[in-house]
């Protein structure tokens, strides 16, 4: 029950709740990334959903769009802005995708959606990740979020794909919360966010 119904309406409760107590955070954040972005705050990008089907993710855009003399975006590392950095430090930069969740693109709980040219790279285990709706945050998240390798982070989503309960939301939200304020596994060691993901057999 619910997997199937009662987490799709506490997520979009939730979510309704977190984007009007949210809101004058939202718009100071928007605001200041507007500056720091040349009026870009926000980061669109196509990420796939509950089934593999495409959707549009939403966030603050923490790294600006300079670029060297070919032409070529500079490294993460060099785009970064100071109140970016920030933003992405306290995970203010996930509070757009409450917008995903009131859509039913996402859930406040789940395996966190990840680029589409991973799908055809996945084992057909860790492609049951997509069983359920992508989350804000997930068991991955809060065991490690960054910081862990990819055969970790999908051994933890499949996880949770066969352990789905209301008190192990519960906890993982609770456990996220912990994990904003200690900045915890934010990054992998050596790179300002995750190593892009080359396979199994890399």
């Known amino acids: 029950m619910y997997k199937n119904g009662l987490k799709r309406l506490i997520d979009f409760l939730a979510a309704f709740a977190g984007l009007l107590i949210l809101s004058p955070v939202f718009m100071v954040v928007t605001i200041g990334l507007y500056f720091a972005n040349n009026g870009k705050p926000f980061f669109f990008q196509t990420r796939p959903g509950k089934g593999a089907r495409l959707f549009r993710i939403i966030k603050f855009k923490t790294m600006n769009d300079k670029k060297d003399a070919q032409g070529q975006l500079l490294p993460d590392a060099q785009r970064l802005t100071k109140i970016g950095s920030f933003v992405r430090k ?6 757009p995708q ?8 996402m859930s406040l709980i789940g395996p966190r959606p990840l680029l589409p040219e991973y799908l055809p790279l996945y084992s057909p285990e860790q492609y049951r990740r ?67 993901f080359k396979g199994n057999n890399i």
């Open 130 to 196: 997509h069983e359920v709706r992508p989350g804000i945050t997930g068991w991955a998240q809060v065991n490690g979020r960054n910081a862990i390798s990819w055969q970790q982070k999908f051994e933890y989503d499949v996880w949770y794909v066969d352990n789905i309960s209301f008190p192990l939301d519960l906890k993982i939200l609770l456990l996220t919360v912990k994990k904003v304020f200690i900045s915890e596994g934010i990054t992998q060691e050596g790179h300002v966010t995750s190593e892009e």
């Open 90 to 95: 306290t995970s203010l930069d996930e509070i």
């Open 98 to 105: 409450l917008i995903n969740v009131l859509k039913g693109e």
